[in-house]
């Protein structure tokens, strides 16, 4: 107690130490009735959080009120002790401190009615003239109350504000606060990168020159809407996404919130703005609507193509029939070989086509792309004044791939970089390992090792406007292109896993990045070469197909091989003609099945059927749905062999005699469509 009392004399002899609420002690102890009558004022404040009082000054005094003399004015309210009050209160270390004799005191009370404090006089005399005391101390006492309840209100305000400060700092959301005239009043981190501008440049200054809005599309500047949103406090001509322009030029799309701030008058004193940035959410939309709009055509391109194909094979072997003449004069066979460059031109279209099919898969297996992409490249620059740099890793990864959809993207990106350099110039392409060690939302992959090629040009580079469109169906700039190259590419990318992605600014050129997920597997060694010659056999050969263009023209290709053909144009009859010929003991040695036959059993169906009645059936699927996911996975339906349609001739002889040749179990052929 000693100790305490030592300390609290000490601080009361400096009275500066007792900040705001000094002002308050020192017209009551310098009054001149009082200072007569008392030789120390006495001011303390309630603790809000405990049951404790402090004596306001620079050394916090915390003490408990129990069995004091303040107790007892928190109790009953004004108490004067005018004599011996240390011996009515012999545990008052107060009191002790001070040798009062004497003490009156008066309790604080706020506008709610609750105890804020105490206000209070005490001596080492005795008192005599009680009511000037009680008098006076009531007077001060409303002003300390009021001066203690201003205090915490002032503090309750900083904290609040410290809150409201944290909270803006750590939400994801951009926020600008604005008065009537449009100031800037306050600029959250995230608003600060939106816009470009640090806090303490933008406070002060007016919104239209902070917030650049313009029209995504037509790029407009929306100046009078934000001048709207000011003088309102609603973004409704603002509402949905808009393009914000940051100091530095930076470009983000984002969503745009205002809510009026209003007095207790309910009158409007300025505006909170939130700004959501959209720019991932709606790149990754893009990219789904992208995927949707590809879908749409596959269904109707399947559809065409399906029947395109059919009616190539026809005619593409039927001319490769008659080439086969040696006896046409040069004049026809010039007519004939311009009849099958034709073709072979709609049979590519029909592929990139058909790239779009619903349902359709490629054709994978595990391979290293490395020399598929440099002779790629180097084919199709051959001659022209465009000169290639290729460069590819020692140790590049292998990938689960199409070879043959491969060799169409790169092609694709190859003719397309030539084009954009019309008077020359060098493409580099650059085969690299990757591994994602966390998903990117840019490229919406997932983490995991991927092979990448990057092919860059020195082109013309792409208008911004025209760089979101590249990808999209029939787009195109070149008065003689498709508009399905990249489409194609880029749907191609996609069945693998992967992502193609572009960078361009016009004037300076044109980078393609090519994501392939790569393979866990060694590539294989490539395949030994078969002899290309198709041997002449007494082999039997049903033809399963709806056309009868195409199994007349199987009948042509194979018989002058020695082949016996049997046509049927249903899968009723092709099982029933089976059946009969087993029984006769003159069974097929093969048969070559349409995978779709309109109105009927299919070609999967009627395999299934046939491997029922004689599971050592060796048959051959064909269908104009290359990307048909039985004619990646025919093993799993029960073919042997694949081939793509259109086909020529001789590709179709090359696969009867190699599965004619293959051991009974081997169920490895396949045939993606070739030129002879």
Sequence with gaps: MRHIADEFRRSRIAPDNFGPLVPFLRPLVVEKEIEKLVGTALLSEMDERSDYA??????????????????????????????????QFPCDWLLAAFAAESFVCVPLVDHDGCFVGLLGVLDHRELDRVDIVEATLHIFAARAAAEIERKRFEHSLATEKEQLDVTLRSIGDGCITIDNDGRILLLNPIAEQLTGWKAENAIGGMLPDVFQLSNPRSRRALRKPVETLVETGSAAEIAGVTLITALDGTERLIETNATPLKDL?????????????????????????KAEKLESLGIAAGGIAHDFNNLLTAILGNISLALMNHK??????????????????????????LTFAKGGTPIKETASIAQLVKDTVTFHLRGSKVRSEVHIASDLWSAEVDAGQICQVIQNLTINAEQAMPAGGTLLVNCCNVNLDNKTDRLDLAAGRYVKITVQDEGVGIPEDNLKKIFDPYFTTKTNGSGLGLATSYSIIKTHGGIIDVVSQPGEGTVFYVYIPASEMAAPEPPMEIDSVVPTCAARVLVL???????????????????????????ATA???????????RRFDVVISDLTIPGGMGGREAVRRLREIDPTVRAIVSSG????????????????????????INALGRLVAEVLSAPANENVIRHQFAAA
């Design 54 to 87: 402090q004596l306001v000054g620079s050394v916090v005094l915390p003490f408990d009120f129990a069995i004091t003399a303040c107790d007892e004015v928190l109790r009953h309210g004004f108490r004067a002790y005018l004599s011996g009050v240390q011996g």
């Design 265 to 289: 008058q309910e009158q409007k004193v300025g505006t909170v703005l939130i700004l959501r940035d959209v720019t991932e959410r709606h790149r990754t939309m893009e990219e789904r609507q």
């Design 328 to 353: 046409l004069d040069e004049p026809t066979q010039d007519r004939l070989t311009s009849a099958k460059r034709a073709s072979l031109r709609a049979q590519e279209l029909a592929q990139q086509l």
């Design 545 to 571: 197909d709806d056309e009868e263009a195409i199994c007349t023209l199987v009948s042509c290709a194979l018989k002058p091989y020695g082949i016996e053909v049997v046509e049927a144009m249903d899968a």
């Design 575 to 585: 099982i029933s003609k089976y059946e009969e010929a087993l029984k006769a003991g």
């Design 625 to 648: 749905y290359a990307t048909d996911p039985v004619m990646a996975e025919f093993r799993d339906h029960g073919f042997c062999a694949m081939i793509a349609k259109p086909y020529e």
